[in-house]
């Protein structure tokens, strides 16, 4: 069975500190991953997305993740976190040709300035 | 282009009726996927579909069903409703079945 699992149900950062948002995943297949942040009351909006290539996935608004094979891992992360990050973060992951998206159970992140 | 849209944005309703929620996806994209968003069981997968054809289906009841247009858009139903229905539905489109999902604000249910 295909599962996502972010073991964090919320980290906290100081502003312009980096950050590291974990995410793992459990597929039968080659995965498709991907990274969405979702602030209140709004839908998800798309960050990055790994499908094959170099490891390291450059996304929006600064944000990049690694995707790491051996570790079955796919960690968020950016160098200097903005106050304007704070919001709840979900990873997902889609075996090629399966139809359906696997989400993790979301991750808040907190940026104190 | 536009993003994805769904209305109505908010929706109150009480046990028992039905409510029909919809979906236009960006244009050029043929998938649509729905999802429901609860505090507590996170982003749980409805259906998707591509074509007008339904592709997959989540573990929903039989109250909760969909459809999708020959433009694309989509509508999803769901009857005979409860208060756990209360949620976000939200919709997302990509090109295809395969490609990056975009999501729509969502349609907030509650039920009274």
């Known amino acids: 069975a295909q599962s996502v699992a972010q073991p964090e149900d919320q980290v906290n950062v100081a502003e312009g500190n980096p950050l590291t948002v974990k995410c793992t995943y459990s597929?039968?297949?080659?995965?498709?991953l991907f990274w969405y942040v979702q602030y209140p009351n709004r839908g998800l909006q798309f960050l990055l997305k790994?499908?094959?290539?170099?490891?390291l996935v450059k996304g929006s608004y600064g944000f990049e993740a690694e995707f790491n094979k051996s570790q079955t891992s796919f960690h968020l992360k950016k160098p200097s976190a903005l106050v304007s990050d704070s919001a709840l973060y979900f990873c997902?992951?889609?075996?090629?040709?399966?139809?359906?998206?696997?989400f993790g159970s979301g991750t808040k992140l907190n940026v104190k300035p | 282009k536009a993003g994805v849209t769904q209305t109505p944005r908010y929706l109150i309703k009480t046990r028992g009726q039905q409510v029909t929620l919809s979906c236009s996806p960006i244009?050029?994209?043929?998938?649509v996927s729905w999802y429901q968003q609860t505090p507590g069981q996170g982003l749980q997968f409805l259906f998707e579909?591509?074509?007008?054809?339904?592709?997959n289906k989540g573990n929903f009841p039989g109250r909760f069903s969909g459809r999708q247009f020959s433009n694309s858009r989509s509508e999803m139903n769901v009857s005979t409703l409860e208060l756990g229905d209360s949620a976000l539905y939200l919709c997302?489109?990509?090109?295809?079945?395969?490609?990056?999902?975009?999501f729509g604000p969502g349609t907030r249910l509650l039920v009274l």
């Open positions: 997302a489109s990509s090109l295809s079945p395969d490609e990056t999902q975009y």
């Open positions: 597929v039968s297949g080659n995965p498709y």
């Open positions: 790994y499908i094959t290539g170099d490891n």
């Open positions: 997902a992951v889609r075996v090629y040709n399966f139809n359906k998206f696997y």
């Open positions: 244009s050029g994209h043929r998938s």
């Open positions: 579909y591509f074509s007008e054809t339904q592709r």
